[in-house]
């Protein structure tokens, strides 16, 4: 059963409820994750996305913080969301699809602005988060599997806009870095946009702070879809949207997609 899987951190789902018909109008992506929805799961507008042609979704939501959810056209049913560092927040679920894929929408926790633990705790927070997540891949070994979302972290010199200035910068340390190759590792999981796009500067994200965004072009490469093993070769035609960064209102990130042959 082929599919195309989208993820995009909306940055509010009920502020960018427009947005999110816009791109399923327009994209018709099978399957759209979203993270940093902000919003209690009774708050989202479902009925909205149900009417759009997406009336199957798994959800974690909070107030005004953090937030998962997968909009699927294909028939899906929840499997399970977990709740890494124990911190208490709405950052991941998981759904399996009818094809028996399943997906898991992850929402890593940005990290704050020192990359240092001993004086910033949401940089420890999202290091031990990473932690967990490398040990639960480890006794969960993910088979016909995708991982998506916004991990906060761009780990490649050229997913960033320039690697040397960045490297004090939370996101692009090289301890965050090895965190997430170590999560990536312990699951044997595929990035499948970097095996698509194996060369050349890519970004996801642009900061709200650059007045010309598109031009100044200081991106980074924070979103990602990554594959089990197994199915790794079933992946394809990865692109990130970078369009839907210019739309009015927009997220400071753009949808990342993949197509899967099934």
Same mark, same amino acid.
């Given at each position: 059963?082929?599919f195309?899987l989208?993820t ?5 789902v ?8 816009k791109?399923l109008s ?9 993270q ?9 507008p #479902? +009925?909205?996305?149900a009417?759009a042609g997406?009336?199957? $979704?798994? !959800?974690? @939501?909070?107030k005004?913080y953090?937030? *998962?959810a997968i909009l699927s056209?294909?028939p899906?049913?929840e499997?399970?969301?977990?709740d890494?560092a124990?911190?208490?927040h709405?950052?991941h679920?998981?759904g399996? #699809? +009818?094809?028996g894929v399943?997906?898991?929408n992850?929402? $890593?926790? !940005?990290? @704050?602005?020192?990359?240092d633990?001993? *004086?910033?705790?949401?940089f420890g927070?999202k290091?031990d988060?990473l932690?967990d ?8 070994r ?5 991982l998506v979302?916004?991990l906060n972290?761009a780990?490649?010199e050229d997913?960033?806009w320039d ?6 910068v *939370?996101s692009?340390?090289?301890i965050e ?5 170590d ?8 990035d499948v ?9 890519l970004?996801?994200?642009?900061s709200y ?8 072009d200081?991106?980074?490469r924070l ?6 093993a197994?199915?790794q070769?079933?992946?394809h ?10 739309w ?5 990130h753009?949808?990342?997609?993949a197509?899967?042959d099934l």
């Amino acid at each position: 059963m082929p599919f195309t899987l989208a993820t995009w951190n909306i940055n509010s789902v009920r502020l960018r409820e427009a947005l999110v018909l816009k791109l399923l109008s327009e994209e018709g992506p099978d399957v759209l994750c979203l993270q940093e929805c902000k919003s209690p799961v009774d708050k989202m507008p #479902l +009925e909205a996305f149900a009417d759009a042609g997406y009336g199957h $979704v798994v !959800a974690r @939501g909070q107030k005004g913080y953090n937030g *998962v959810a997968i909009l699927s056209k294909i028939p899906m049913v929840e499997a399970g969301s977990q709740d890494f560092a124990a911190l208490g927040h709405a950052r991941h679920i998981a759904g399996t #699809l +009818e094809n028996g894929v399943t997906v898991h929408n992850f929402y $890593v926790p !940005a990290g @704050g602005d020192v990359a240092d633990r001993t *004086v910033n705790e949401k940089f420890g927070q999202k290091l031990d988060y990473l932690t967990d997540m490398r040990d639960w891949f480890r006794e969960n070994r993910p088979e016909k599997s995708i991982l998506v979302g916004d991990l906060n972290i761009a780990p490649r010199e050229d997913d960033v806009w320039d690697h040397k200035k960045l490297l004090k910068v *939370v996101s692009h340390t090289p301890i965050e870095v090895e965190h997430l190759a170590d999560a990536q590792d312990a699951g044997g999981w595929v990035d499948v946009t970097r095996r698509d796009v194996p060369e050349g500067r890519l970004y996801s994200w642009w900061s709200y702070r650059a007045k010309d965004w598109d031009a100044a072009d200081k991106g980074r490469r924070l979103d990602h879809i990554w594959a089990s093993a197994d199915i790794q070769d079933a992946g394809h035609s990865s692109r990130i949207m970078r369009s839907a960064r210019g739309w009015e209102k927009p997220s400071d990130h753009a949808p990342v997609f993949a197509s899967f042959d099934l």
